[in-house]
């Protein structure tokens, strides 16, 4: 059973960083991809970046690309989130989710299997 568990947010303020970490267990996939999405009060779930565990290849929403970093430790089964210049807007619940589908673009909600609980992140003014 694939387990995906959450950690690294907390409260910062605008222009700081924070690294969210995604341990996970059980993955069988030959080839997969992880994703981190957020989801504010009142709306919808976003896609934020993937990352493919085999090739290492990236893909990010335009709103943080340039600030966020997808990265991926194999031997310890880590995806990581390195967000900089936080912006009070970046104010979300993280998620990370495993897909055993393969390529860019992978985006929707529906297209991911398998879901951490999320972790709080908070950007002050």
């Known amino acids: 059973q694939v387990q995906l568990i959450e950690s690294g947010g907390g409260l910062v303020q605008a222009g700081d960083s924070l690294r969210l970490s995604c341990a996970a267990s059980?993955?069988?996939?030959?080839?997969?991809?992880m994703g981190w999405f957020r989801q504010a009060p009142g709306k919808e779930r976003e896609f934020v970046a993937q990352?493919?565990?085999?090739?290492?290849?990236?893909y990010y929403a335009d709103s943080v690309k340039g600030r966020f970093t997808i990265s991926r430790d194999n031997a310890e089964n880590t995806v990581y989130l390195q967000m900089n210049s936080l912006k009070p807007e970046d104010t979300a619940v993280y998620y990370c989710?495993?897909?055993?589908?393969?390529?860019?673009?992978?985006?929707?909600?529906?297209?991911?299997?398998?879901w951490g609980q999320g972790t709080q992140v908070t950007v002050s003014s």
């Open positions: 990352i493919s565990w085999t090739t290492g290849n990236t």
């Open positions: 059980g993955l069988t996939f030959s080839r997969s991809t």
């Open positions: 989710a495993a897909t055993r589908r393969y390529g860019s673009g992978i985006t929707r909600t529906y297209e991911y299997d398998v």
